[in-house]
């Protein structure tokens, strides 16, 4: 297949080992990634605090750069992230028929049946759980709001997280509730925020995992704050990364506060 790859602005200004993991795994797969490069955001932060016409631009220029693949240009669309596939699938089209933009909306429409979040594409377009990943870790995985509810990806994180050679992989006690994040929530509500992010980090650590990983950066990087702040040792990974890792080429656990140094022999 030829898939173009929706990277998502936050991935691109601070997480970018995602979509580059993204790209690994589907080209050891056997298919080719293309990247758009006019893409930007996808509008999701605009519409969830509420500025509809500063979102319409934004998302007219992700339909556009993304509409080839209504031609056969492309055979899909691959975002590394529950929130904005969330959003690109539920939030676009509303957007522009809001506006008055009744064929931007159609369109819309369009672009995003063709749009698949990660596990989706490998699961129920790709027809494989097991992607060949080798990470001989202790892992946690936190399934994601957007992806959970909005997407009902349900367990195919899960499925190709189990079929990882090496991993030693620990259910998250409570593992559907929320972390806090929310995006403007975090900010809007940082109480609350906080005191969800402190019941979260306190079933991660209970399940002496060395990577809790999620498909969504940006919850990650909420909890991996936490993480990080609490010297908990705990190291954050995106689900692609996981996958991506080989054993001829593995994907190594990044730096944590509060974790044991790394030996590195001189010899």
Known sequence: MRIALAATCIADAMFPQAPQATVTLLERLGHEVVFPPTQTCCGQMHVNTGY???????????????????????????????????????????????????????????????????????????????????????????????????????????????????????ELPEAESCCGFGGTFAIKNSETSTAMLSDKMTHVKSTGAEVLTAGDYSCLMHIGGGLTRTRAGVRTMHLAEILASTQAEPTRPPAAAGAAPVEVSTR
């Open 52 to 170: 509809y016409d500063d979102a319409l631009p934004v998302i007219k220029n992700h339909v556009e750069t993304f509409a080839p693949v209504l031609d056969a240009e492309w055979d899909a669309v691959v975002v590394p992230s529950g929130s904005c596939t969330g959003s690109i699938r539920h939030q676009q089209a509303m957007v522009c028929r809001r506006a008055g933009q009744d064929a931007l909306a159609a369109t819309a429409e369009a672009v995003a049946a063709k749009t698949y979040e990660l596990s989706e594409l490998l699961v129920d377009v790709l027809g494989v759980t097991d992607v060949g990943a080798h990470f001989p870790h202790r892992v946690t995985y936190h399934p994601t709001c957007h992806s959970l509810r909005m997407l009902h990806v349900g367990d195919k994180p899960l499925q190709l997280l189990r079929a990882v050679d090496g991993i030693d992989l620990v």
